[in-house]
C-alpha cells in the first residue's frame, strides 16, 4: 500500500533573535535549508534605534507538514540566543 501524502499546514513562526549581528548568520542558514517551504518572510528590529546587539524578530509564514514546522523550530530553539514558537493556522 502506498503511503499517504501528508497533509500541508498553513503556519507562523516568530523567531526572536537577542543579537542579531552575532546570532543572524545561524538563523539565516536554518531558514535557507528549509525556504521551499518559506512563503514569506519579515524582520524587523525590536529596538528602533539600536546599533549593536540588538534584538530582533522575525515572522515566517510557511506551508508545510507539521512534523516539518516542529523539527524548523526545535532547530532554532536549539541555537543560543533564539527563541522560535510557531502557530498553526490550517
Not at 1 to 27: F, G, W, Y
Amino acid at each position: 500500500m502506498a503511503n499517504k501524502k501528508e497533509k500541508l499546514h498553513l503556519a507562523t513562526i516568530t523567531i526572536l533573535v537577542k543579537d542579531r549581528q552575532t546570532h543572524s548568520p545561524e538563523v539565516n542558514k536554518i531558514l535557507t535549508k528549509n525556504g521551499h517551504l518559506i512563503m514569506a518572510r519579515l524582520g524587523v528590529n525590536v529596538q528602533r534605534h539600536c546599533i549593536e546587539g540588538c534584538t530582533a524578530m522575525i515572522t515566517i509564514a510557511a506551508e508545510a507538514t507539521t512534523k516539518d514546522i516542529a523539527r524548523i523550530t526545535k532547530e532554532l530553539n536549539n541555537l543560543y540566543g533564539i527563541v522560535a514558537k510557531a502557530c498553526v493556522v490550517a
